[in-house]
């Protein structure tokens, strides 16, 4: 559409960043089953934070001095350079209309001028249907490389089916053990959590997505850690322990200190030699229990996870997890992709 003034917004600038962040909140609250987006505490430090990792450039949508929508690229420095991540969001009130279609033009602009040829985004649909940015990828020639479902487990009435899951872990552990921890992985651990993060993009289901492996260091892991803090998240983390005393696998969720209202799950794997004692449920467990502990007024877990990777399905059923909606990863090829 004619009239569509798009602005890159200056993280210095609160009022901008202010309406970027709200754009995100009023989208979310209509297209979503459940409450998504981080409150502006933990939203705009996150979008402050400075990476060594990443480089991203914001855009707000304004007609007739209205901000209507917002956009986002992302870098990546360090491998997966050849891709940029993109987002898209358009308040409801103001959609097919050209307002998507400018940004997304814009945006994939910048992605190729950092000779980036594969862009990739995330959406999200109805268990059984299709969503306004569902249809919004495919019509601008992002088709599915990558599904899954998003779960939630409500806490209020979760937390019961836990015990008898807990015998079950117990008597399948046979000399393996689950730890855990906040916020900074213990110095032992270091070196083995790295190498788990190392491998976790090859390790996972991921579809056709065009994904290399991220190369963690200690380095980058503490500058993770730093983050975290700065953002006013908790990060609870448990691992699996093999008889030698070297970590097996991990789990993660994150949580905001100060509105918990959502707690959500980063990553889980149990290496393939280390599969068959319980540790994907056992570390479940207890990232879960301490949640509760430490955050008893958090009411809702969020998971996604790929439908084609029963194990973790399984996991997931058995802790009370139900699905909600579909985590849909979009991709598309520039035309000079090789």
Same mark, same amino acid.
């Given at each position: 559409?004619?009239?569509?003034?798009?602005?890159?917004?200056?993280?210095?600038?609160?009022?901008?960043?202010?309406?970027?962040?709200?754009?995100?909140? =009023?989208?979310?609250?209509?297209?979503?089953?459940?409450?998504?987006?981080?409150?502006?505490?933990?939203?705009?430090? *996150? @979008?402050?934070?400075?990476? *060594?990792?990443?480089?991203?450039?914001?855009?707000?949508?304004?007609?007739?001095?209205?901000?209507?929508?917002?956009?986002?690229?992302?870098?990546?420095?360090?491998?997966?350079?050849?891709? =940029?991540?993109?987002?898209?969001?358009?308040?409801?009130?103001?959609?097919?209309?050209?307002?998507?279609?400018?940004?997304?033009?814009?945006?994939?602009?910048?992605?190729?001028?950092?000779?980036?040829?594969?862009?990739?985004?995330?959406?999200?649909?109805?268990?059984?249907?299709?969503?306004?940015?569902?249809? $919004?990828?495919?019509?601008?020639?992002?088709?599915?490389?990558?599904?899954?479902?998003?779960?939630?487990?409500?806490?209020?009435?979760?937390?019961?089916?836990?015990?008898?899951?807990?015998?079950?872990?117990?008597?399948?552990?046979?000399?393996?053990?689950?730890?855990?921890?906040?916020?900074?992985?213990?110095?032992?651990?270091?070196?083995?959590?790295?190498?788990?993060?190392?491998? $976790? @993009?090859?390790?996972?289901? *991921?579809?056709?997505?065009?994904?290399?492996?991220?190369?963690?260091?200690?380095?980058?892991?503490?500058?993770?850690?730093?983050? @975290?803090?700065? *953002?006013?998240?908790?990060?609870?983390?448990?691992?699996?322990?093999?008889?030698?005393?070297?970590?097996?696998? $991990?789990?993660?969720?994150?949580?905001?200190?100060?509105?918990?209202?959502?707690?959500?799950?980063?990553?889980?794997?149990?290496?393939?030699?280390?599969?068959?004692?319980?540790?994907?449920?056992?570390?479940?467990?207890?990232?879960?229990?301490?949640? +509760?502990?430490?955050?008893?007024?958090?009411?809702?877990?969020?998971?996604?996870?790929?439908?084609?990777?029963?194990? @973790?399905?399984?996991?997931?059923?058995?802790?009370?997890?139900?699905?909600?909606?579909?985590?849909?990863?979009? +991709?598309?090829?520039?035309?000079?992709?090789?």
């Amino acid at each position: 559409m004619s009239g569509v003034e798009l602005r890159e917004v200056d993280l210095a600038d609160d009022v901008a960043l202010r309406a970027w962040w709200e754009v995100g909140a =009023a989208v979310t609250a209509h297209d979503r089953p459940y409450d998504a987006w981080p409150s502006w505490d933990v939203g705009s430090a *996150s @979008m402050r934070a400075v990476r *060594s990792d990443l480089a991203r450039s914001r855009l707000l949508a304004v007609v007739d001095g209205e901000v209507v929508g917002h956009g986002l690229v992302v870098w990546w420095r360090l491998e997966n350079r050849h891709l =940029a991540e993109i987002e898209v969001r358009v308040r409801p009130g103001h959609r097919r209309r050209g307002v998507g279609r400018a940004l997304l033009a814009e945006l994939e602009r910048r992605a190729a001028a950092e000779g980036r040829t594969t862009y990739v985004g995330t959406t999200h649909a109805p268990v059984d249907g299709e969503s306004p940015g569902s249809l $919004f990828a495919a019509a601008h020639g992002y088709p599915v490389a990558s599904a899954e479902e998003s779960k939630l487990l409500d806490l209020a009435v979760a937390p019961d089916r836990w015990p008898p899951l807990a015998v079950d872990v117990a008597a399948h552990l046979d000399g393996y053990r689950v730890a855990a921890f906040e916020d900074r992985v213990p110095p032992e651990w270091v070196d083995d959590f790295c190498g788990l993060l190392s491998r $976790f @993009m090859s390790m996972v289901p *991921s579809g056709d997505l065009d994904l290399e492996d991220a190369a963690w260091t200690p380095e980058r892991l503490h500058e993770h850690e730093e983050r @975290m803090a700065a *953002s006013a998240r908790a990060w609870l983390v448990a691992v699996g322990v093999a008889p030698d005393g070297r970590l097996a696998g $991990f789990h993660e969720l994150g949580v905001g200190r100060a509105d918990p209202r959502l707690a959500t799950v980063g990553g889980t794997l149990v290496l393939p030699e280390h599969r068959g004692h319980r540790l994907g449920l056992g570390m479940k467990l207890a990232t879960h229990r301490r949640l +509760q502990e430490l955050f008893p007024a958090c009411p809702v877990v969020v998971t996604t996870n790929a439908g084609v990777n029963a194990p @973790m399905n399984a996991v997931n059923e058995a802790l009370g997890y139900r699905v909600v909606e579909r985590c849909l990863d979009v +991709q598309r090829r520039s035309a000079t992709a090789s």
